[in-house]
């Protein structure tokens, strides 16, 4: 049973470019979540999805960010018109329908020139 | 609202020294405890999480944690460190284990086992 999987692993963009963040969950898990990790910082919640539904999107920026999890396919966040303070580390978790906790991806590491 | 404070961002030490890395955190709810490591470069690993029953908990790699409700503390610790501990350790907390919950990190102590 492989694990998360996010791709790609390193995105390097310009800024004003748009990035595309990829995180196919465990096999059987149908809830995902994003988390972004600034530079010396911990973990911060982003948001959280079910198959074709956004549920929590409460640590969202208001702006350039979106989020989906399509019923075909990856979940894919994507951030338009990169700026500099987007650079960070971008972890996708999964979990199963009932109890049994996060599994995390390896991350996408962003980094805007 | 939840929080989590990890009272330390650098913790130092030598090989096969004790460590112990703190984390205290603050809930309206009951809560439910976690600890997990970042190597280089890689995603997060439960190290080991505290759910209900026994406050003593032992997770992967030797590594043990108490949960102490009165001091609102949840300190991992090791007797015995290896190089190879040598990672971040991030400790966090959620009002549940279900789909739904969400896990509120604290910023991370950094674990340096020097030889």
């Known amino acids: 049973n492989a694990g998360v999987m996010q791709n790609p692993r390193h995105l390097v963009r310009r800024r004003g470019q748009e990035a595309r963040l990829r995180c196919s969950p465990m096999?059987?898990?149908?809830?995902v979540y994003w988390y972004r990790q600034l530079p010396e910082e911990g973990l911060k919640f982003m948001v959280y999805?079910?198959?074709?539904?956004?549920?929590?999107e409460s640590g969202m920026p208001k702006e350039r960010f979106s989020a989906e999890f399509p019923k075909e396919g990856p979940s894919i966040l994507r951030i338009q018109q990169v700026v500099r303070g987007d650079s960070a580390a971008y972890f996708c978790a999964s979990s199963p329908l009932e109890k049994g906790g996060w599994f995390f991806g390896p991350g996408t590491r962003l980094t805007v020139l | 609202a939840q929080s989590v404070t990890q009272l330390d961002s650098q913790v130092p030490v030598f090989e096969e020294a004790p460590v112990e890395l703190r984390c205290n955190y603050s809930?309206?709810?009951?809560?439910?405890l976690f600890w997990y490591v970042q190597y280089p470069n890689q995603g997060l690993q439960l190290l080991l999480k505290y759910l209900s029953g026994s406050t003593l908990v032992k997770g992967i790699n030797g590594f043990e944690a108490e949960f102490n409700k009165s001091q609102t503390s949840f300190h991992l610790r090791k007797p015995s460190v290896h190089i190879s501990d040598t990672a971040e350790y991030f400790c966090?907390?959620?009002?549940?284990?279900?789909?739904?919950?969400?896990?509120?990190f604290g910023e991370g102590t950094q674990l340096t086992v020097n030889p």
């Open positions: 999805l079910q198959k074709e539904n956004i549920i929590d």
């Open positions: 966090a907390v959620s009002d549940g284990e279900t789909s739904g919950s969400r896990l509120t």
């Open positions: 096999k059987g898990h149908s809830h």
């Open positions: 809930s309206s709810v009951s809560v439910y």
